[in-house]
């Protein structure tokens, strides 16, 4: 089966047909910049121009980087534009693609759950903790398989500052830092998090994953296992047409359930 997943970021709007079967693009994926300033109207406009790409018409799963309550209204805006905080963030893009069935999720949740299902966290259990470092730092929080939605662990204090105001890539470039230095700031964070939720695996994604090689084996002293996300920049795509794939399968078991009043 294929569903429509779109990824928003801070530079790139991105996305593709998702072959839910293999977990992967089912076509090469379709990117435009995400506009500048980022305002629901203008990244709506974007995300239109990603799906019409495609001439799809089908179901659309969509990240947004921001707590997203009930998988509608869009409750924080760190990096993005903050005429964010209160939209319904599905009303507005599914008007904007002509009326077709959208999903809105977490960036790091969507990114979650995909690495959970085809990259690295597949078959594991206990506590999961999957951290994509980037403008922000974003977290998915998984128990037994089941994420629990919304973590935003980026935003957690720590020396009085926001984690991922000190320990994201963005503040890497920012301050010139070396990988050594970066690598000290990640591993005091993940020291910090082993702290509040003993995790049996760390899964560490976000671009920065794919030069996992420089900074992990510089990192000490953290119990939990720690792995480079496998899925790399596609998992908040497939992760945000997993979570779509999910809704549609709800809403027809809803349809065809018994009526549990025995129809009296
Ligand atoms: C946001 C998170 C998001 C992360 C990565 C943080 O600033 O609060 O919701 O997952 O950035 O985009």
Aim: hydrophobic share 40%.
């Amino acid at each position: 089966m294929e569903i429509f997943g779109v990824d928003i970021g801070g530079s790139g709007i991105k996305g593709a047909p998702v072959d839910l079967d293999r977990g992967d693009l089912a076509t090469e994926r379709h990117k435009v910049l995400t506009p500048q300033p980022a305002t629901p109207d203008a990244v709506a406009d974007g995300v239109r121009e990603v799906v019409q790409r495609f001439d799809w018409q089908g179901p659309v799963g969509i990240t947004y980087p921001g707590v997203i309550a009930e998988g509608t209204t869009v409750r924080t805006a760190a990096n993005v534009d903050k005429s964010w905080i209160g939209v319904d963030a599905r009303t507005l893009l599914s008007e904007r693609l002509g009326g077709l069935p959208v999903v809105v999720v977490n960036d790091a949740d969507a990114a979650g759950v995909a690495e959970m299902r085809f990259g690295a966290g597949r078959d594991r259990t206990g506590t999961v903790l999957l951290l994509t470092f980037g403008t922000g730092i974003g977290s998915a929080l998984f128990v037994d398989g089941i994420l629990v939605p919304n973590s935003e662990l980026g935003h957690v204090e720590m020396h009085g500052r926001e984690a991922e105001k000190h320990t994201s890539t963005k503040a890497k470039d920012d301050h010139g830092l070396s990988w050594e230095h970066w690598a000290h700031r990640v591993q005091k964070y993940l020291l910090y998090l082993e702290k509040l939720f003993s995790p049996e695996l760390f899964i560490i994604g976000g671009g920065v994953s794919r030069k996992a090689h420089k900074f992990l084996p510089l990192i000490e002293d953290v119990r939990a296992e720690i792995v480079p996300a496998k899925l790399e920049n596609n998992a908040g795509i497939v992760g945000a047409a997993m979570r779509a794939a999910e809704q549609g399968e709800h809403r027809v078991s809803a349809a065809t359930a018994p009526d549990p009043s025995g129809g009296v």
